[in-house]
Structures are given as C-alpha cells and as structure tokens.
C-alpha cells in the first residue's frame, strides 16, 4: 500500500473511531490538527508521513482518556499502522511522538523528533484561538467543570503530574495552559499562526471579565 493509501485508510478509519466524541477530541480535532501539520511541515521540512501520521494518531490514547497511555498508545499505534504495512522504524517514530505530544502542564518538552515538535504545534494551535476557547468550554462542560468561580485563582504546577490531577475552573484553563502555548511553540511557523490566536483569546478574555462584572454589579 502507498504512502497516500496508507494516510487516507487510517483517516478513515478513525474518523469512524471518533465520531460523536463531545469533549473536543473529536474526530474534527483530528483533521484539523492533521491539516495544520501538513503546513507546518510544508514550510518547515521534516517526514511529511511521519508528520500525518502522528498528527492523526496523537489522542489515540490520551492521559485524560485512559489509564496507562503510553502502553496503550504502543499497543495502538502497532496495531492500526503495522496492519496497514507500515514499517518498524517508522511505527517507533510515530509512537515516540504520540507519547510526548501532550502539554502535560508544559513542565519538560521530552519532545526530540523534528515531525514530533511539528506535530505538538499543530495540536497546540487547535487549542487556542475561536476554536480552542471553544473546546474548552466542551471539555470543561463534559467535565463537571465551572465556568469561572472568582474566587479559585489559577494555579503553577510543579509537575506533569500535579497538572493533569488538577480540576478548576474553565477560565482557569486559559492562565494555566491556554496563554502559555505562543510562547511554547517550536517552530517558526507555528509561532506565526499562533500570535492572531492568542491576540484573539486575550480579546475574549477582556470581554468575558467586562459582561461578568456588570452581572455581578446588579
């Protein structure tokens, strides 16, 4: 099977895998970030195979969804791209990318791989601007999670770990990673696209604070 064939058949299939998924991580997530990959990596250099690839694998076993992500995105990844002929190198690759792409608090990039850093930008793009303020509000919905509670400031976590054990606030989320991505992006391009993204949550940010102060003020 050709590369291409090979990109599109496991398109496919996750596309079925991820349908109606309500959190944000949905299906649309994945395209979006497998698009945003495929600029960054237009402009940037890097394997565009391993790029698609990795971009349209990286939530398939994500911490906030399973119990043990990196066994089972090994476990995944093998599975999905080893039946459609991919060779070992390049699973392993694929599979190191998974594994590190996560934010995780953005205590320690162990990201080394050149598409790996692409990748981790693409996926942080669709975190921020109009698109990532709304997937917030999914997530944090689906959650249990407030809106805001003013009285519950954000937070500076000490480790990966104390990070992804937090619960808050979903205005809390923007201080505590949102705000954070421009100035972790890795690649030139991928600081490019984020500015207009971040510019536009800082907006959101402002007009949020300004209705809920005149609500509060009643």
């Known amino acids: 099977m050709d590369k291409v064939k090979i990109i599109h058949t496991l398109a496919g299939r996750l596309k079925e895998e991820f349908a109606g ?3 944000g991580h949905d299906w649309f997530h ?4 497998w698009k945003n990959a495929k600029l960054i990596c237009l402009a940037e250099g890097g394997d565009s195979f391993i790029c698609e690839l990795a971009a349209l694998l990286h939530d398939i076993a994500d911490h906030k969804f399973v119990e ?19 060779d070992q190198p390049t699973i392993q690759k694929v599979t190191d990318i998974v594994r590190h792409s996560s934010f995780k608090g953005g205590i320690e990039n162990k990201m080394t791989l050149k598409e790996g850093l692409i990748v981790q930008d693409a996926d942080r793009l669709d975190a921020i601007g109009a698109i990532g303020i709304a997937r917030s509000f999914a997530y944090g ?4 999670s407030l809106i805001y509670d003013p009285g ?42 984020a500015l207009q993204r971040h ?3 800082e907006g959101f940010l402002n007009q949020f604070y300004k209705e809920w102060n005149a609500m509060s003020g009643i």
């Open 21 to 23: 998924e309500s959190t």
């Open 30 to 33: 994945l395209e979006r970030v």
């Open 68 to 86: 043990n992500p990196d066994e089972e995105a090994e476990r995944r990844i093998n599975a999905l791209l080893g039946n459609l002929g991919v």
């Open 141 to 144: 919905g689906k959650s249990g």
């Open 152 to 193: 519950i400031p954000p937070s500076t976590f000490k480790s990966a770990e104390e990070y992804m054990a937090s619960r808050t606030h979903t205005i809390n989320h923007f201080y505590e990673k949102l705000l954070r991505l421009k100035d972790k992006m890795n690649t030139k391009t991928g600081k490019e696209l």
């Open 199 to 201: 510019q536009y949550m």
